[in-house]
């Protein structure tokens, strides 16, 4: 290796400890190059830079064809997608282009789990409202809960993060319905399997951590309202679009929904003047799901390793 091959690193969770991992890239023999990002770049800002880096790991950024002919037409050779959400990635432009190419699978179902559960309990409990309105209001409200104890609640996705979802679920004496065209049964799991939309009507919570693809997008879509149970609470750490968020916005405001979780959105950041923000039981996050030092060390770690290899044979 003449020179040294440039990484140019766009995902926010591993920016924010970039530093620790100077080593596992020294040892690669790779030089990392942070980008200016919050969330996500642009198509115009990544062909501008893209080109002059050997390899790209990716966030949530828009890796189009554009985008990865501009980096092929430079020096760019591999990507890797850090995580597994995998709709951002043109997969099949990186192949006709000879971009070695892949993600992180199978990692963050704990982690985005953890806070599906999260979200499950604090609708349920009204502990996010709560703490809002002692913080900001000074009052103290005793709004009336519900148990999680012998609710049904629809699963929709049995992958890592479903899977996960669902053993937190049990814990807490839920009954489980699982909507995954390609399920399949775990020991000891006892989930109930379910054709979408079937049973919606009798749901208490639906909780999303599908991927998106052109079978969930809207899958939960305005259409559906008359079906689902009268105060039913919905949470979203899948992606945003598996939602339509117009459905989310007329059930809420017809009382059909009591309230949402939501940790994607259709477009992020949610905006100033969402309707979605009228409602104050609902509770809102930031696309981050996988978001622990120990994941991100975990899965950094991962694509460093992946992006190196890919390097070493080139």
Known sequence: MSDRRKILVTCPPMLGLIEEFA??????????VTAPVVQVMTEAELIDMLPAHDGWIIGDDPATAAVLEAGAAGKLRAIVKWGVGV????????????????????????????????????????????????????????PAGISLANKNVGLVGFGDIG???????????????????????VKGMEVTRARWPEGLSELDFLVFTAPLNDQTRHMLHRG?????????????????????????????????????????????????????RAYPYNIFGSHNGSNTVDAVRRVSRMAIDIIGGYLEDE
């Open 87 to 142: 709709d951002n990635v043109d997969f099949d432009a990186a192949g006709r282009l000879g971009l070695r190419s892949t993600n992180t699978p199978g990692v963050f179902g704990p982690e985005v789990a953890d806070l599906a559960m999260n979200y499950v309990s604090g609708l349920a409990r009204f502990s996010f409202f709560i703490d809002r309105e002692i913080r900001q209001k000074c009052n103290w409200p005793k």
């Open 23 to 32: 080593n596992d890239f020294e040892a690669k023999g790779l030089d990392f």
């Open 163 to 185: 899977r996960n979802t669902a053993k937190r679920l049990l814990a807490a004496d839920m009954r489980v319905v699982v909507y995954d065209p390609f399920f399949n049964a």
């Open 224 to 276: 559906l309202l008359d079906q689902v149970k009268p105060g039913v609470r919905i949470v979203n750490v899948g992606r945003g679009p598996v939602i339509e968020e117009q459905a989310l916005t007329d059930g809420l405001k017809n009382g059909v929904i009591h309230s949402v979780g939501l940790d994607v959105f259709e477009e992020e950041p949610l905006s100033a003047d969402s309707p979605l």
